[in-house]
């Protein structure tokens, strides 16, 4: 009798080393599936999120866009920026315009310039005005307003940062 009690243990510890090894098999198995559906779900929450987003996403790459002037080099650059400037001068009826322009002084995409001029009050403020909302890519560092010694005339000294980033063309 104990020997047949015997098989009988071997037996029973036979059937639960088994249904323990296939027990880790399926623990293996339903991690790689539970891992697949994750990854499925957060590629399906992306995929809506784009198509939420898009129109989102392209605006803001676009105003982005617009922060920076973009240029084949930066002498290109520079000589924009300068006509562009006089013809805001010549809009406002601003004097003695000067603009300081130094590439020596560019860190990275970025290049200090200096403006001075003179003129009326208004005039001159409606032409800081407008370098503001036309020009996004000029970002102003300092404005300095002084009062002139003729009458109804100030004088206007304007440092900013001109943002480029330089394209190329075929």
């Given at each position: ?28 198995t339903v991690t790689r599936i539970l891992d697949n559906r994750e990854k499925k779900e957060i590629l399906r929450k992306d995929y809506l ?97 002084e009062n002139g010694f003729i009458k109804n005339k100030y004088k206007f000294e304007l440092q900013l940062n001109y943002k480029y980033n ?5």
């Amino acid at each position: 009798m104990t020997a047949r009690f015997k098989y009988q243990w071997f037996l029973f510890a036979a059937v639960w080393i088994g249904c323990f090894t296939i027990c880790y098999l399926n623990i293996d198995t339903v991690t790689r599936i539970l891992d697949n559906r994750e990854k499925k779900e957060i590629l399906r929450k992306d995929y809506l999120f784009w198509k939420q987003s898009t129109k989102n996403i392209d605006s803001a790459i676009e105003q982005k866009k617009l922060l920076s002037h973009e240029t084949e080099s930066l002498k290109l650059g520079m000589v924009f920026l300068n006509d562009m400037l006089n013809k805001t001068g010549k809009k406002f009826s601003l004097e003695k315009l000067k603009t300081d322009m130094d590439s020596k002084q560019c860190t990275g995409e970025s290049m200090p310039v200096k403006i001075a001029f003179s003129g009326g009050l208004k005039n001159g403020l409606d032409a800081i005005k407008n370098l503001q909302t036309d020009y996004p890519f000029l970002s102003f560092d300092r404005v300095k307003i002084e009062n002139g010694f003729i009458k109804n005339k100030y004088k206007f000294e304007l440092q900013l940062n001109y943002k480029y980033n330089i394209t190329f063309t075929n």
